[in-house]
C-alpha cells in the first residue's frame, strides 16, 4: 500500500477497536488501482461525528454538518466523514439534508460512479459492491444506479463524467452518457464556479480531448457561460493533435484564441466564468504574446510586457497550434533584457529631482521613456547614463 494509506492506518484501527468500521473511499482508492499517485486519503466510518471526536486528541469541525471531522495525527489532516445518505434532491444541486446511517453499502449508493464507489478495508482489501474493479478495468465511467435519476440529484456529476473522461483517458458508459445528454440543461442550476472547477480538471486532464468529445457530443457545453456558439471552436481544439494544457491560463488562452477573442472579449469571457482577476490579467498577456508570435511581431518591449510565465504559456500554444516557434531564441531574447521590471530601472525619481525635473506627471512621463528606452536597448541600464541621458534630453 502507497505510504499515505499505511501512514493512516493506526487512525483505521482505533475506529475498529472501538467497535466501528472505517475505509478508505473516494479517489484515493481508484488512483492507487490505477497505480497513480494520490495526495490525501479519505476516509468513511459507521461512527457519527462525536463519536469520531471522541476517540481522538485533535480534531478539526472541518464539515461536522455534512458528517465530517478532521483527524490531525502527526502533522496530517485525515477527513474523516460518517456514511451517509442524501435524501432529497429538490433543486438539482446539493442535498437538501444529509443523514447519517450506519450502512457503508448506503453510503457507496449516494456517490456518482461506479470507479468512485470502491472501499479499502485498513489492510488493503477492496470492497466492490457496484462492479467499480470491472468499469476501473475496463476504463468505464459509469453512474452508481439510475444514470437519469443521478444527475436529475445533482447536475454538476455530468461535468465531473467528462472530467474524468479526461483525466483518466476512459469512456463513459453509453447509457451514463445518454442519461448526460438528456440533462444536459441542468447545469444551468449549478454555480459557474463549480463548472468550472470541473471544466479546468478536465482541460488539464491527460487527454482534454477525450473529455471535450463528450463535452460537445452531450451538449453540455450549450450550458457553459459564453459556450452557445463555441462549438466549432471547441471541435478546433478537439482536432489539435496530442493536446496537453500545462496550466490553467494556457487553457483558457487557447480557447479565447479559437473563439477570435479581442482582448476586452476575453477579460468578460473570462468575468463570466469566474476566474479571479490575477488569472484575467495572465490570460491577457498570453494570448497577446501568442498572437504577437503568430503573426512575426515579437519585439523586446512586447517579451518585458509579458514576463517569462505567460511567454512560454504563448510559446507552448504557438507550438501546439503548429507554428514554427523558435522557442530557445524567444527564451533567450527575454533572459537577455536589461530589465525584467520597472524595479530593476537604474533610475529613480529621486535621481529625476537631482536632475532638476519638478516633481509631477513629467516625472512619470519620463521614467516610462527611460523604461521603454532601456528595454529595446536604446539606453544602458546604468545610473551614469540614465541621469545623463535626463539631463541632456529636450
Ligand atoms: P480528485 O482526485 O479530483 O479529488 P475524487 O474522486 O476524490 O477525485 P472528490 O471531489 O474529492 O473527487 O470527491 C471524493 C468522492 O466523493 C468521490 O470519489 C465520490 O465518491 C464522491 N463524490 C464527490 N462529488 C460527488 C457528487 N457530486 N456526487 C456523488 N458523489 C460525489
Ligand atoms: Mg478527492
Known amino acids: 500500500l502507497p505510504k499515505e494509506f499505511e501512514e493512516a492506518r493506526p487512525i483505521m484501527q482505533t475506529i475498529e477497536a472501538a467497535g466501528f468500521e472505517a475505509y478508505f473511499v473516494g479517489g484515493s482508492v481508484r488512483d492507487t488501482l490505477l497505480h497513480k499517485e494520490i495526495h490525501d486519503v479519505d476516509i468513511a466510518t459507521s461512527a457519527y461525528p462525536e463519536e469520531v471526536k471522541a476517540l481522538f486528541h485533535k480534531t478539526v469541525d472541518t464539515g461536522i454538518e455534512h458528517g465530517t471531522v478532521m483527524i490531525l495525527d502527526h502533522g496530517i489532516g485525515y477527513e ?59 476504463g468505464i465511467i459509469k453512474a452508481v444506479g439510475n444514470p437519469e435519476e443521478r444527475f436529475n440529484e445533482d447536475a454538476l456529476r455530468m461535468m465531473r463524467a467528462v472530467r ?12 451514463t452518457e445518454k442519461a448526460i445528454t438528456n440533462h444536459a440543461e441542468l447545469l444551468e442550476k449549478i454555480a459557474v464556479e463549480r463548472i468550472q ?7 488539464l486532464g491527460q487527454e482534454p480531448a477525450v473529455g471535450l468529445v463528450s463535452f460537445v457530443e452531450t451538449g453540455l457545453f450549450q450550458y457553459c ?85 505567460e511567454l512560454i504559456n504563448a510559446i507552448n500554444l504557438a507550438q501546439q497550434l ?20 520597472k524595479k530593476e530601472l537604474a533610475l529613480t525619481g529621486k535621481d529625476l529631482m537631482t536632475a532638476g525635473v519638478k516633481p509631477g506627471p513629467q516625472m512619470g512621463q519620463i521614467l516610462a521613456e527611460v523604461e521603454r528606452k532601456v ?4 539606453l544602458t541600464n546604468s545610473n551614469d547614463v540614465l541621469t545623463e541621458y535626463v539631463r541632456n534630453r529636450k
Open 80 to 138: 474523516t466523514t460518517t456514511f451517509r445518505t442524501e435524501s432529497t434532491y429538490q433543486d438539482y444541486r446539493r442535498p437538501d439534508s444529509v443523514t447519517f446511517v450506519r450502512s457503508l453499502k448506503e453510503d457507496l449508493k449516494r456517490r456518482d460512479f461506479t470507479i468512485n464507489a470502491l472501499a479499502m478495508r485498513e489492510n488493503g482489501e477492496i470492497i466492490d459492491l457496484f462492479a467499480g474493479l470491472d468499469d476501473l478495468n475496463n
Open 197 to 203: 472547477v470541473e471544466f479546468i480538471k478536465m482541460l
Open 375 to 378: 528595454v529595446e536597448n536604446e
Open 164 to 175: 474524468f473522461a479526461s483525466q483518466l483517458n476512459f469512456k463513459i458508459e453509453v447509457e
Open 225 to 309: 457561460p459564453d459556450f452557445k456558439d463555441a462549438q466549432s471552436a471547441l471541435e478546433s481544439m478537439i482536432k489539435i493533435a496530442d493536446l496537453r494544457l500545462p496550466n490553467e491560463a494556457t487553457a483558457w488562452g487557447l480557447i479565447c484564441h479559437l473563439l477570435n477573442f479581442s482582448s476586452p472579449q476575453t477579460s468578460q469571457f473570462l468575468k463570466n466564468w469566474k476566474t479571479s482577476n490575477q488569472m484575467i490579467e495572465s490570460v491577457l498577456k498570453t494570448t497577446k504574446a501568442l498572437n504577437a508570435i503568430l503573426e512575426n511581431r515579437v519585439d523586446n518591449w512586447m517579451l518585458y510586457q509579458t514576463g517569462r510565465t
Open 322 to 341: 503548429f507554428a514554427a516557434t523558435d522557442e530557445a531564441g524567444l527564451l533567450t531574447q527575454y533572459d537577455n533584457l536589461q530589465i525584467k521590471s
